[in-house]
């Protein structure tokens, strides 16, 4: 039961942080509840951005990852994350430039001054449904980390309850503000304890060699990789899952939502250059947890395997360490979840209700934005509760689906010629390939390289041609007034300096 103490008391710290932010005034207005009135530093954007990433994929998920697939999971984070922030910074470095001069609030504004109302709405409801598999991935692992560390007496259905009530209370009253100093808190925190259970796992055997040898020799399988990929790993899926990765994070709310709170361009670039390289050792120490612990905990399977994390923290520290190192974990979920649903929340109210309803009131786009916080939390706890998934490859699938958007973003931004008809179409043919190769094959012609698609996964695919139909679709249209009048804003001169 410590452990429960410990993650209540994180909990209720949370709540408080984000109640300070709402007695002093922080959600008065759209843009301090929706951006924190472009306020936030260096430190808190960067460890904010890194908490609502880092998240029961990075901790849970990665872990359980390395232990059933081993090595060739670091091989999907450096194909991920080292081209990660550049990229990022690429892309919404306008978004940045853009949204402070049109004071925008919600992903879906570049899209709907670049594209129309329609591309603007297509888009947030895409965004919500590839956001569902991921946040329910984090509550998921929520639950499951609470039912090993108290030892059944919090069953994983209660533990689908316990945090994401707090998670859901602190994002309505502190918005986006009272969000970002809780992650920041989090993200520190669990970083901390990452390399403190590393170092304790690796401890067990003698150290970080003596371990992996014992690895290699009961399962080194675990060590293939290459064109065969032996029994696990071959390049194709390395590249097709990390590529998934790589370009979901591009297009999720949260960068969105960092780049509109951010006080300064140099904070912006700071936040997102600085990112690959953090995440790429915080989530690599998790992996190789998962990589040692099947020395320590041997013999878990599927689903089970999410529990590697809390189990070789159990196996390898004293009972009140363990209990900080899980609840590092939890920190790492209870931010990624924060920040899905408070942007997803954003996007609803700001771009479909607002969009529809011009004269709706700053008072009521807060109060129907805390609706629909206590909506999709709802909803992603109902779909939660029957596992059969893990939280990795859950993760993976929601990248992969939100990855098809990214098309319809690098041309709102950087190719004059882009149109709303090769923007919709894209989006709408990528995510029917995704649910299309999902229904035919399971999570395995999504996440696994495939004969009939050229020994490409689902989402590769579906990525590739969601890219052919954007550029076909737009050559093969005339640019509207929309897209024509946009031109003047998104290509001003000054935007390229």
């Excluded at 909990?11 to 509840?33: E, W």
Aim: hydrophobic share 55%; proline share 4%; glycine share 10%.
């Amino acid at each position: 039961m410590v452990a429960v103490t410990i993650i209540t008391g994180l909990c209720l710290i949370s709540v408080y942080i984000s109640y300070v932010a709402f007695r002093k005034g922080f959600t008065k207005t759209a843009d301090d509840y929706f951006v924190a009135g472009s306020s936030l530093g260096y430190f808190v954007l960067i460890f904010s951005l890194l908490a609502s990433f880092l998240s029961a994929f990075s901790m849970f998920g990665m872990s359980s990852f390395g232990y059933r697939l081993g090595f060739g999971s670091l091989y999907v984070l450096t194909a991920n994350l080292v081209p990660l922030g550049f990229l990022w910074y690429f892309m919404h470095k306008k978004t940045f430039l853009l949204g402070r001069a049109r004071k925008w609030m919600t992903m879906g504004a570049p899209f709907g001054e670049r594209y129309g109302t329609p591309m603007r709405i297509v888009l947030v409801l895409v965004v919500l449904v590839a956001s569902i598999p991921y946040v329910v991935a984090q509550i998921q692992g929520i639950g499951v980390m609470l039912e090993a560390m108290s030892e059944g007496i919090i069953s994983f259905h209660m533990g689908l309850f316990f945090v994401p009530f707090f998670i859901a209370l602190y994002l309505m009253m502190g918005g986006m503000k009272g969000a970002a100093w809780v992650n920041a808190i989090q993200g520190v925190f669990f970083s901390i304890m990452v390399f403190v259970l590393f170092f304790f796992v690796m401890m067990k055997n003698g150290g970080f060699v003596p371990t992996m040898e014992m690895v290699m020799a009961k399962h080194p399988n675990l060590f293939q990789i290459g064109w065969a990929g032996g029994k696990v790993w071959s390049y194709p899926m390395i590249f097709g899952m990390a590529a998934a990765m790589c370009l979901g994070c591009v297009c999720f709310p949260q960068p969105f939502m960092h780049a509109y709170s951010s006080r300064s361009a140099r904070g912006l670039k700071a936040m997102f250059l600085s990112f690959g390289g953090i995440c790429l050792v915080v989530i690599t120490l998790p992996t190789l947890v998962g990589i040692a612990g099947n020395v320590i905990v041997p013999g878990l399977k599927g689903v089970a395997a999410d529990k590697i994390y809390g189990l070789v923290a159990a196996a390898t520290m004293p009972d009140w360490l363990a209990a900080f190192a899980v609840a590092g974990g939890f920190t790492a979920a209870m931010s990624t979840v924060n920040g899905l649903v408070f942007g997803n929340a954003a996007n609803l109210s700001v771009d479909i209700i607002k969009t529809l309803r011009p004269e709706t009131r700053s008072s009521e786009l807060i109060t129907i934005a805390r609706v629909f916080v206590a909506l999709i939390m709802a909803l992603c706890v109902f779909i939660a509760w029957n596992p059969n998934t893990p939280v990795a490859e859950l993760s993976i699938i929601a990248f992969g689906t939100v990855a098809v958007t990214f098309f319809a973003l690098w041309g709102a931004y950087y190719w004059k010629r882009a149109t709303a008809t090769g923007a919709i179409l894209s989006t709408l043919v990528g995510v029917a390939l995704n649910v299309t190769f999902f229904l035919v094959g399971g999570k395995a012609w999504v996440l696994f390289p495939q004969r009939a698609l050229l020994n490409m996964n689902g989402f590769l695919a579906a990525f590739i041609i969601s890219g052919i139909v954007f550029f076909v679709g737009s050559y093969l249209t005339t640019p509207g007034k929309t897209e024509e009048k946009s031109l003047s804003l998104f290509f001003h001169p000054v935007l390229t300096k």
